[in-house]
């Protein structure tokens, strides 16, 4: 079975930091692209950053300059380092992966989500 487990988050001033992790576990051929997403009550679960296999990387303009993600292949973990945040960061914070598992008909990619993690600055 494949999980994403995240970790970090937590209350913190504005101006700020912290860092989030997001560790992939079980059995699975390739991680794809690894993304981390927001979401407030009421809104819609939003991208914040994401970072391909090759490392390339996107970012949403609201978190440019601020937020940095990065990935480590070997341990299968992407991670989010947030500076400078703000309030209007808080939010619950969701991994995503589409990830390659060997399945009956030879493989299977599907997108897996973590559990979040609540992110709260403030003012």
């Known amino acids: 079975q494949v999980q994403l487990v995240e970790s970090g988050g937590g209350l913190v001033q504005s101006g700020g930091s912290l860092g989030l992790s997001c560790a992939a576990s079980?059995?699975?051929?390739?991680?794809?692209?690894m993304g981390w997403y927001h979401q407030v009550p009421g809104k819609e679960r939003a991208l914040v950053a994401s970072?391909?296999?090759?490392?390339?990387?996107n970012y949403a303009d609201s978190v440019k300059g601020r937020f940095t993600i990065s990935r480590d292949n070997a341990k299968n973990t992407a991670y989010l380092q947030m500076d400078s945040l703000k309030p209007e960061d808080t939010a619950v914070y969701y991994c995503?992966?589409?990830?390659?598992?060997?399945?009956?008909?030879?493989?299977?990619?599907?997108?897996?989500w973590g559990q979040g993690t609540q992110v709260t600055v403030s003012s």
């Open positions: 970072i391909a296999s090759d490392g390339s990387t």
């Open positions: 079980g059995s699975f051929v390739r991680i794809h692209a």
């Open positions: 995503n992966a589409p990830i390659t598992r060997r399945s009956t008909a030879g493989s299977d990619t599907r997108a897996y």
